[in-house]
Structure formats: structure tokens, C-alpha cells
């Protein structure tokens, strides 16, 4: 439980115990063996640095070598002189210095170059590497721990595992501060190999003025001194790079050999029994007793379709979002639950079950105003407060634009504007042009930017009297002069029942849209919509039944239902 212990109990349950105990023993012989693997990955790693660092190095060695010694032949010269002694020495000093540095400086550069190469994320870095770093070192070692842990745990299980991605996120973090301690050790290095190089140009000057032969001879043969010196640095780090892989002990210990126990732990009969029996006798009925006589409502458009004649053009599902969670859930939904406000849901690429719906119901549209005569003036409403006929009509709108369809939204709902509010118009519109404030149609048309071909006639200036003005003729006059420029004109009007606006609204109109919200909408009232055609109330009425909950038929029988959510009112 500890993530800072030193301990790590294991577990393994089975049905027999010697199985278990020989899968526990297996578990620890192969992670001791990867743990040797890794180790001695990462000393043959190191080794073949140091090879090539030797070839190179032996290979300038011989070139300087054959300098000094053709020099020699050349000039006749069995003997030099000391001259200028002390500055030579300085300046074989500072060039071995220079040399040892240079080294220093490549050698952080490979470690760079091995973390910022993408393709080397999983390869371990060199150690005893020969950087005159201690924090630096134990940054590497650090670094290839967590690697080799990481390689571990990804054997057997996904890379989106919280351990798998904690570990990575650990690992990039100590890649970062590695590779800011390289980058500064380089600098510090180069600073120093540039001070270090001033010293040496001054020492250079001084023996400047000894003969040509003895300053070239020389200059050579501290060259020689340098690499000489440097190779037997790197044969030494060889060797103890060689002792290291010859003996590797293993870092882990066994404190306690698996055992087990003959006796099962779990399940516990007689507990299971009784679960079981309290759940299967008492769970159905509950379930049953609430969901079949306490529930008055429709559920879904089976129930519209049982019980009335009306063509039903289409069904959305239920979702909604937890107001206090970041993460989305399905919610209950009654009649006094408080609604969400409404948002856009439709998308022109997403294929979940929401602009599914909407795309039905958009082909539904489609069949209907199929026909010689321009009947293109639909009003969207319902017979509550929340069935959710501004959702609809929003994102209805929405759909026929993406398809390509020019489309009108008109606010018809004077008193709440909410469409108006979805679409954030707050200029000019249909109140104002209704009360004779504004003289042409085209000044209270706003196009939605996304898709163009969706326009929208908002509110405008909330009227203290909006029957009075819907009452006007300007609203056919307007109707009948829009009615050639759209394919579609969708009107989202108010409540039915209660207010007089939507009555006055539908004698303009061509068809109707009656939102039915499952949850809300009582199964007896579905008679009274019935009624209401059958007197000629609605013109060509149709349903869209609203916040349907998942069933067989519809939902999760594409794996739609459980993947998509969305705010409804």
C-alpha cells in the first residue's frame, strides 16, 4: 500500500495452492532474470560507447605517431631542448585539460541526443559515463530504473493502465530534468573549455618565439601526451564497465516463500445463497411495482403509436448532465426536475445516436414537403414547459443546414426567447418588424456564421404585448414573402394549451411539430391531441417524441446510447 516501501507483498488466488505457489515462484525467477537482462543491457550499451571512443582516439594516436616520428627522420632531431618549459608545461596542462573537457562535452552530448531522439525513448542511457556531474549521474541511474520498471509492467497490460501512464508521466518528468542538467553541464563545460583555451592561446604566444622545428616538435608530442593520457582513461573505464557485468548481483530477496492455504477464502457459501435469494425476491418486485404503477407518463413512441393515429416523424433520447459532476451520467428525469439550458448538439461529423435522431427526423421533413406545392412552414410546439420544442427546433434547424437546405428559424416565442438566447442574437427582430420598427425582412435576418445556409429571425425587443402583435398582418405578409426563400421555415412558438400565440401562429402555417417529452407527457392526454386535429386545431400535425430512455429496439441496439450525452429541456 506504501509506494516508498522496500516490501512488495504478492498475491495469487486459485483454485488449487501448489498452482499458485509455482505461478508466484515463476513470477520472481523471471523478473530477476529481466532485471539481470536489463542491467547487462545497459553495461553493453556503455561498452560500445567506449569502443568506438577508443577506435577513435587509437586512431589519432597512430596519425600522431607517425607525425613526430616523420618529423624526426626529416629534421635529424634525436634531442630537443627544453624550451620555454614552464609555458609548455601550462599549455600541456591546459590542452589536457581541454582534451579531458571535450570528452566531458561529447560525451553529454550523445545523452542528449539519445532523449531528444523520439525513436530512443525506451533505451537506457550510459552509465559511469565519465560526466563530472554527480546529480547528473544519479539522474541516469534514476532514469534507467523507472525505464527498466516501466518495460516491466507493460509486459501483460495495456499502455493505458493509470500505473502504465503514471510511470510515463514520471519518466517524461525526469527526462526533462535530465535533460536540463545536461544542457547545463554542457554550458558549464563550454565555459570552462573557452577559459581554458584563452590560457592555452597565451602559453601558445609565449613559445612563439622558440624555432619553428622546436614548436611544431612539441606541439606534437603534447598531442601525443593528451590522447595517450585520454585513451588510458577510457581503457580504465572500460575495465571497470567489464567488472561491473561480471558481477551483477541480484537486488531483490525472497523474505517468505509462497504458501497457501487448503481452505478457500472466497466466495463464502452460505453469504452468496442468501444474497441471491433477498435480491431475487425482492428486486424484481420493486422494480415492477415502480416502473409499471407509479409511472403514469409515456416512455417511449410505442406507447404514442398504441394509442393514437398521429405519424410520428421521429424520437430522441434521453440524456443530460450532472450539474455538480464533470463527469457526464444518466440522470432520472420527472416533472419537477430543473432542466439544463439548452445547447447545439448537432455536429456534421458525429455518428452517435443524438444526430442520428435528428438526421431521421430531417429525412422525415424531407419526404413530407416533397411535393408541387411550396408547403414549408412548420411550427414546433408542445403542451408543457420543458418538453424540450426549442431543442428541437434549434437543432432540427441545424440539421437541414448541414445537409445544404436554406432554412429559416424564426423565435415565435415572444416571452421566453429562447432560441434567441441559443444563437446569442440580440439585434433586431421579429417584435420589431412585427411593431413596425423595422420596414424590410432582410434587416432582422441574421445567418449563422458555421453554416451559412441556416438563417434566424430572433425575439428582438422583448413586447410587453405579444399577442397584440402577432395578431398584425405584417406576420403573413412577412411569411408569404420568406416562403420562396427558404426550403424550410421553422417557427418555434410557445406552449399550445395556455397561451393564444401558437393558435395564432398556426393558421399561417403549413404543418405542425408537437414535441411529446417521455416522463412528462401523460399517456390520457395523448386522447386529447387526437381530439384536437380532429377539430381542425392543427393543420397536418405530426409527433416528435422527446427524452425516450434506452430500450431494445432503439439505442443500444447500435452501441449508440451509452457513448454520447447532451443537455435536454
Not at 152 to 167: A, D, E, F
Request: glycine share 4%; proline share 4%.
Amino acid at each position: 500500500d506504501n509506494e516508498q516501501s522496500t516490501i512488495i507483498n504478492l498475491k495469487y488466488v486459485d483454485f488449487t495452492p501448489a498452482r499458485a505457489e509455482q505461478i508466484l515462484n515463476a513470477i520472481m525467477h523471471i523478473y530477476n532474470e529481466n532485471w539481470l537482462a536489463e542491467r547487462k543491457q545497459m553495461a553493453s550499451n556503455t561498452a560500445s560507447f567506449i569502443n568506438d571512443r577508443l577506435s577513435v582516439i587509437e586512431r589519432d594516436l597512430n596519425q600522431v605517431d607517425d607525425s613526430i616520428s616523420t618529423f624526426k627522420t626529416r629534421h635529424q632531431i634525436t634531442n630537443l631542448e627544453s624550451v620555454s618549459e614552464t609555458y609548455l608545461q601550462k599549455q600541456t596542462e591546459s590542452e589536457g585539460e581541454i582534451m579531458r573537457l571535450s570528452n566531458q562535452v561529447s560525451m553529454a552530448q550523445y545523452i542528449l541526443d539519445i532523449l531528444k531522439d523520439k525513436s530512443a525513448r525506451r533505451q537506457l542511457l550510459p552509465t559511469n559515463s565519465g560526466i563530472n556531474n554527480s546529480d547528473v549521474e544519479a539522474q541516469i541511474t534514476q532514469y534507467n530504473s523507472l525505464l527498466l520498471k516501466l518495460k516491466n509492467n507493460l509486459v501483460g497490460t495495456s499502455s493505458q493502465n493509470p500505473l502504465i501512464i503514471r510511470q510515463e508521466n514520471e519518466l517524461n518528468e525526469i527526462r526533462q530534468n535530465i535533460l536540463i542538467s545536461i544542457t547545463n553541464q554542457i554550458k558549464t563545460l563550454k565555459i570552462q573549455l573557452h577559459a581554458l583555451q584563452n590560457y592555452n592561446d597565451e602559453a601558445k604566444e609565449q613559445i612563439s618565439s622558440s624555432p619553428e622545428q622546436a614548436k611544431r616538435l612539441l606541439s606534437v608530442e603534447r598531442e601525443q601526451k593528451v590522447k595517450e593520457s585520454l585513451y588510458l582513461y577510457l581503457l580504465q573505464k572500460k575495465e571497470e564497465n567489464e567488472m561491473s557485468q561480471t558481477y551483477t548481483p541480484v537486488h531483490t530477496q525472497i523474505i517468505d516463500m509462497p504458501h497457501g492455504s487448503s481452505f478457500p477464502t472466497s466466495p463464502v457459501r452460505h453469504n452468496v445463497f442468501l444474497a441471491a435469494l433477498l435480491i431475487g425476491l425482492f428486486l424484481p418486485i420493486v422494480i415492477l411495482f415502480a416502473k409499471e404503477n407509479l409511472n403514469t407518463t409515456i416512455r417511449n413512441r410505442f406507447e404514442v403509436e398504441s394509442r393514437s393515429r398521429l405519424p410520428i416523424v421521429g424520437e430522441i433520447p434521453y440524456y443530460v448532465r450532472h450539474k455538480f459532476r464533470r463527469k457526464w451520467s444518466l440522470l432520472p428525469h420527472s416533472k419537477n426536475e430543473s432542466i439544463s439550458p439548452q445547447q447545439l448538439v448537432v455536429q456534421h461529423s458525429r455518428q452517435d445516436v443524438v444526430n442520428e435522431a435528428f438526421r431521421l427526423i430531417r429525412s422525415n421533413m424531407e419526404f413530407m414537403s416533397d411535393n408541387s406545392e411550396h408547403k414549408n412552414i412548420y411550427i414546433i410546439t408542445s403542451m408543457y414547459a420543458g418538453s424540450g420544442k426549442t431543442f428541437v427546433s434549434s437543432n432540427l434547424s441545424l440539421a437541414l443546414a448541414i445537409k445544404g437546405r436554406s432554412v429559416l428559424l424564426i423565435d415565435g416565442d415572444m416571452r421566453r426567447a429562447s432560441a434567441t438566447k441559443i444563437f446569442k442574437n440580440t439585434g433586431l427582430g421579429l417584435a420589431d418588424y412585427l411593431g413596425e420598427k423595422v420596414n424590410t425582412p432582410d434587416e432582422i435576418i441574421y445567418q449563422y456564421e458555421p453554416y451559412p445556409s441556416l438563417s434566424i429571425i430572433p425575439v428582438g425587443t422583448i413586447p410587453p404585448n405579444p399577442t397584440e402583435l402577432l395578431s398584425s398582418p405584417r406576420l403573413q405578409e412577412l411569411l408569404e414573402e420568406l416562403r420562396p426563400r427558404f426550403d424550410f421555415i421553422i417557427i418555434d412558438c410557445p406552449m399550445a394549451e395556455n397561451l393564444a400565440d401558437t393558435t395564432i401562429i398556426e393558421h399561417l402555417a403549413d404543418r405542425t411539430l408537437y414535441v411529446v417529452r417521455a416522463g412528462l407527457f401523460q399517456r390520457k392526454q395523448i386522447a386529447e391531441l387526437d381530439t384536437s386535429v380532429q377539430n381542425g386545431k392543427f393543420k397536418n400535425m405530426s409527433i416528435i417524441v422527446n427524452a425516450t430512455k434506452p430500450n431494445g429496439r432503439y439505442g443500444n441496439k447500435y452501441g449508440y446510447y451509452n457513448a454520447y450525452y447532451y443537455y435536454h429541456k
